[in-house]
């Protein structure tokens, strides 16, 4: 029978534990109490005061942080944060592929990897003021706006939005 343990690293200046490993494969760091919720307490970093991660690269690569749901294929970076330093543009992917661009000059690209405007989309657009965060519920104004193919968009007969 195996005994439960945990692990703990100490720098030899200091009164409180600085790492821990636990019995489940959790990483505490300046703490020794992972948080409750179960689908974010692989890796805790805490602090006295303002607490943060810092991800350093060389001046020509990238810094990154990867979601994965598998271990080969493009299920290994289904969702990715990353930052070119050589350019300095930061990009978001999901579904393995890059669907956010924001440049050194803070222009936005949505499906464009080269955005030259302070927004740029590669595709429809729709802007509503719905009644709710949920989107649900009925428009607080009497139709919206869709810019790019009405069709496309989703735009009826019946729809008092207004197409560009």
Excluded at 46 to 54: D, F, L, R
Excluded at 130 to 140: F, S
Aim: with cysteine.
């Amino acid at each position: 029978m195996s005994t439960l343990q945990t692990t703990i690293l100490k720098h030899p200046d200091s009164a409180s534990n600085n790492i821990q490993f636990d019995s489940s494969g959790r990483v505490l760091i300046g703490t020794s109490t992972a948080p409750t919720d179960p689908n974010a307490d692989d890796l805790v970093i805490e602090s006295a005061g303002h607490t943060g991660i810092t991800v350093r690269s060389p001046s020509n690569s990238i810094g990154q942080i990867y979601f994965s749901d598998a271990t080969s294929g493009d299920g290994e970076y289904r969702g990715i944060v990353r930052y070119h330093h050589n350019d300095d543009h930061m990009s978001f992917w999901t579904a393995s592929q890059e669907k956010v661009r924001i440049t050194s000059a803070g222009n936005v690209g949505i499906n464009r990897t080269n955005p030259d405007q302070r927004l740029n989309i590669n595709g429809c657009a729709e802007f509503n003021a719905y009644d709710n965060p949920g989107g649900t519920g009925g428009y607080v104004t009497s139709g919206g706006l869709i810019i790019g193919n009405a069709f496309d968009a989703g735009k009826t007969a019946l729809d008092d939005r207004n197409a560009i």
